[in-house]
C-alpha cells in the first residue's frame, strides 16, 4: 500500500536513537511490523529465551516541532504490538489519541483469552505526519489488527491539530461553513473516484453515493497538505474489501472555488499557446493521405480526417493508418450528397453507414461530423448525434490545385483557434502542407485535432 511506503522515515531514525529498551524493541518491532528494512540487521528468533512478556513505552521528538512520537511495543507473543502516535503540548488533542489507541488496544487484548495463540496476531498503530503550511498538522493514523493470516481489519482516521491554538480543523472550517460549497466539493470527490485508474478493478461504484453525500460527518476523515486534502475510506465502503481502506486525494487546485480564502491555491495556468486545427476532407486516399500523414508526423502535429464511407470501404488500410497516427476521425457521409436535401432514411444511411464502417475498420469511433459542402440543419444535426464542425479558414484547395495559394490562403486567414479546411485527395495539397507546417510552426501554433480546440 502506497501509505505504508510513505511513512517509516524518521520513526526508524528516532527509534535508532532511543535508550536502553533499544534491543528489545527492535525486535519486537521487527517480529511485528514484518518489514524489508535490509539495514536492520538483525533476524527475529522466537526459540531465543523466551523474554518476560513486557510493553516498553517510549517517547521521542519527532522532525515536527511541537510534536512527540509515542512508541509502545509489546513483545508478548500472544498479543505483540507495535504501536506509534504522536502528542503534543495540548491535553484535548492528546487525549482524544490516547482514547483512539485505547479502544483499538482493548479490542486487540480482549482477544488474548481465546485459545487460539498462533503467533500470526498482531496490532500495529502506525501513523503519517502531514502538514499544511498554515502549520496545521494532520496526524493519518493506519492501523492493521490481524487476528490470522486471512482475517485482518485495517483502518485509517485523522487527527488534526492547529500547533498556535491546539484546535483541530474541520471541513466546513475549509469550505467557509458554507453547506453549498460542501455540495460542490462532494461532486469533485465523487468525481475523483470514478476516475481514478487505481480503483479501476476494485471500485464498487453503486456505492460511492452515501459516503460522500454532502454531509459535515462524511467528511471528517482527511488530510491536509499545500497541495491537496486526501479523503481517506475503510475498506469495503465504496471498494473491495480486501484491497484495504481507500485513499482519495484532491488536488486543491480543483477545490479552489469552495475553499475558504486561507486555503486557496494560486492556479497555475499554462501559457495559452496558440492552437490550429487542420482538417482534411474527401479521403482516405491512398496516394495523398499517405503523404500527408508523413508531413504530419515530421511536424508532430495531430489532425482531423473527415471521412467518407464510401472510401473507407474502398481504402482500409489507408483508414487504419491514420487512426494508427492517432489522428481524430469525422464522418463526412458515406457518398458526399448535400444532406438537406434527402430524405429521413437516406440521410440516416449515410451518416450512420460512415460511422458503422469508421469504427469496423479502425477500431475508433469517428467522433465528430461535417456535412458535405456545410450543408446542415436541425434535422441533420438531429440525426448525426455527433458535433457538426464547419471551418473558418477555406483554402480552396479543391479549385487551385496550388501549393503556394494554398500557404496564402493559409497566411491570410489563420488565427488562434482556427479550423482549416483542406482535402487530402489532392496531389497539390499533400505538396504544399509541408510548407503550410512550416508556417504555422514558426508562427507559434501548435497542431490540435478540432476536438482538443476549446470552442469549436
Ligand atoms: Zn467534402
Do not use: C
Not at 522466537?46 to 521521542?60: C, L, M, Q, R, Y
Not at 486534502?229 to 484491497?243: E, L, N, R, S
Request: aromatic share 10%; charged share 25%.
Amino acid at each position: 500500500m502506497k501509505f505504508k511506503k510513505r511513512k517509516r522515515r524518521s520513526l526508524w531514525i528516532d527509534i535508532a536513537f532511543s535508550s536502553a529498551i533499544m534491543a528489545m524493541t527492535a525486535i519486537a518491532l521487527l517480529l511485528i511490523f514484518n518489514t524489508s528494512d535490509s539495514s536492520t540487521s538483525a533476524s527475529p528468533n522466537k526459540s531465543a529465551k523466551a523474554p518476560k512478556p513486557e510493553v516498553s513505552i517510549n517517547s521521542t521528538d519527532s522532525t515536527f516541532p511541537g510534536i512527540k512520537i509515542v512508541t509502545e511495543t509489546s513483545n508478548d507473543l500472544n498479543t505483540p504490538f507495535a504501536i506509534q502516535y504522536p502528542q503534543s503540548e495540548y491535553t484535548d488533542f492528546n487525549n482524544r489519541i490516547v482514547e483512539y489507541i485505547s479502544q483499538w488496544k482493548a479490542r486487540y487484548l480482549k482477544t488474548n483469552s481465546s485459545k487460539n495463540s498462533t503467533t500470526s496476531k498482531e496490532l500495529n498503530i502506525s501513523f503519517e505526519t502531514l502538514q499544511h503550511k498554515s502549520g496545521i498538522y494532520s496526524f493519518v493514523m493506519f492501523t492493521t489488527l490481524s487476528m490470522s493470516a486471512n482475517d485482518s481489519q485495517s483502518e485509517i482516521r485523522t487527527f488534526h491539530i492547529q500547533p498556535e491554538t491546539g484546535k483541530g480543523i474541520t471541513m466546513a472550517e475549509l469550505v467557509g461553513r458554507d453547506v453549498e460549497k460542501l455540495k460542490r466539493t462532494a461532486k469533485v470527490v465523487r468525481d475523483h473516484i470514478y476516475q481514478n485508474p487505481e480503483f479501476k478493478d476494485i471500485l464498487l461504484a453503486e456505492n460511492v453515493w452515501k459516503p460522500t453525500e454532502p454531509l459535515w460527518r462524511n467528511y471528517r476523515n482527511f488530510a491536509l497538505t499545500d497541495k491537496s486534502i486526501i479523503f481517506y475510506y475503510d475498506a469495503g465502503v465504496f471498494t473491495k474489501k480486501q484491497a484495504g481502506p481507500a485513499v482519495v486525494e484532491v488536488p486543491l487546485e480543483k477545490l479552489n472555488p469552495f475553499l475558504a480564502k486561507e486555503f486557496q491555491v494560486k492556479v497555475t495556468q499554462k501559457p495559452a499557446g496558440k492552437k490550429v486545427a487542420l482538417t482534411f476532407d474527401d479521403g482516405p486516399d491512398p496516394k495523398s493521405t499517405v503523404r500527408i500523414l508523413k508531413t504530419l508526423k515530421k511536424y508532430d502535429a495531430k489532425a482531423t480526417f473527415f471521412m467518407l464511407g464510401s472510401r473507407v470501404e474502398y481504402y482500409p488500410e489507408i483508414a487504419q493508418q491514420v487512426a494508427e497516427a492517432g489522428h481524430e476521425l469525422g464522418n463526412h457521409s458515406w457518398n458526399h450528397p448535400s444532406l438537406t436535401k434527402l430524405p429521413d432514411k437516406k440521410l440516416y444511411d449515410e451518416v450512420q453507414g460512415t460511422t458503422d464502417i469508421v469504427k469496423q475498420v479502425t477500431g475508433q469511433p469517428a467522433t465528430v461530423f461535417r456535412p458535405p459542402y456545410g450543408a446542415v440543419n436541425d434535422r441533420v444535426r438531429a440525426i448525426t448525434n455527433l458535433p457538426v464542425v464547419m471551418w473558418d479558414v477555406d483554402t480552396l484547395d479543391w479549385k487551385h490545385h496550388n501549393p503556394q495559394k494554398l500557404l496564402a490562403k493559409v497566411k491570410a486567414h489563420t488565427r488562434n483557434g482556427s479550423i482549416i479546411l483542406m482535402h487530402d485527395i489532392h496531389k497539390s495539397t499533400a505538396d504544399g502542407l509541408d510548407a503550410v507546417l512550416a508556417y504555422l510552426q514558426s508562427q507559434g501554433y501548435s497542431f490540435v485535432t478540432v476536438s482538443e480546440l476549446e470552442n469549436y
